[in-house]
């Protein structure tokens, strides 16, 4: 069974603060993706990054960035400089690699950016 | 290139009704996924087709719910006999099965309230 931990329910920063969001994941899988994906107020799911398991180099883009570690089997999110615009749900997710890739989701973390 | 449509946006129905959602997949993906997300949630997969072949079922889709696919483009998720459990929102995804590229994109999804 796969499952995915976001521990953190609701965050608040002030605007250009740093802010990490936490992702911890369970799978029996040796092969999987993990995923984020953002959900704004007007509720689409938007696509952010996909990580595959043999891959652990962190990645940059902009003022985000991702911190992947097996070892702890977590999936974490950083964004820097917040803005105002990056208020929204952002869920972690993970999928089995090479079946039909269904997203198994985690419940989210509510970011709030405060002006 | 649109994206993944949805329609309707809202949907209130009396307990009891039947309801149809549709969805529209960016065209040339050949796999759709319904998801069905609650207050507070993640979603959670619903089932999901690659081309016109419905390939897998959650157990959270009961007897009264049923999908299709009949072409391999648009699907529809039609609810039976509503209850107020169903209340949620329902999201269709697409995604193209081709090399490595997994992403599923997401529609802004259907949100259903049964009174």
């Known amino acids: 069974a796969q499952k995915v931990t976001q521990a953190q329910t609701e965050i608040s920063v002030v605007e250009k603060e740093d802010v990490t969001l936490d992702c911890v994941y369970e799978?029996?899988?040796?092969?999987?993706?993990l995923f984020w994906y953002k959900q704004p107020p007007s509720g689409e799911l938007v696509f952010l990054i996909r990580r595959n398991s043999f891959d652990e180099q962190n990645e940059i883009s902009g003022r985000y960035s991702w911190n992947f570690q097996k070892s702890t089997s977590s999936f974490n999110f950083t964004i820097t400089a917040s803005q105002v615009v990056d208020s929204a749900v952002y869920f972690c997710?993970?999928?089995?690699?090479?079946?039909?890739?269904?997203?198994?989701f985690g419940t989210g973390t509510r970011l709030t950016i405060i002006p | 290139d649109t994206g993944v449509s949805q329609d309707p946006r809202h949907k209130i129905t009396k307990r009891g009704q039947n309801v149809t959602f549709r969805c529209d997949p960016i065209s040339e993906h050949n796999r759709l996924y319904w998801y069905r997300q609650t207050l507070g949630q993640g979603p959670e997969f619903l089932t999901y087709f690659q081309n016109e072949a419905q390939l897998e079922k959650s157990r959270l889709l009961s007897d009264r719910f049923s999908a299709e696919r009949p072409k391999g483009s648009f699907s529809t998720l039609e609810i039976q006999r509503t209850e107020q459990g169903d209340s949620a929102m329902y999201l269709c995804?697409?995604?193209?099965?081709?090399?490595?590229?997994?992403?599923?994109?997401f529609g802004p999804g259907t949100r259903l309230t049964v009174t």
């Open positions: 799978t029996r899988d040796t092969t999987y993706y």
């Open positions: 995804a697409s995604s193209l099965l081709a090399g490595d590229s997994y992403e599923q994109y």
């Open positions: 997710a993970l999928s089995f690699l090479g079946g039909n890739e269904k997203l198994t």
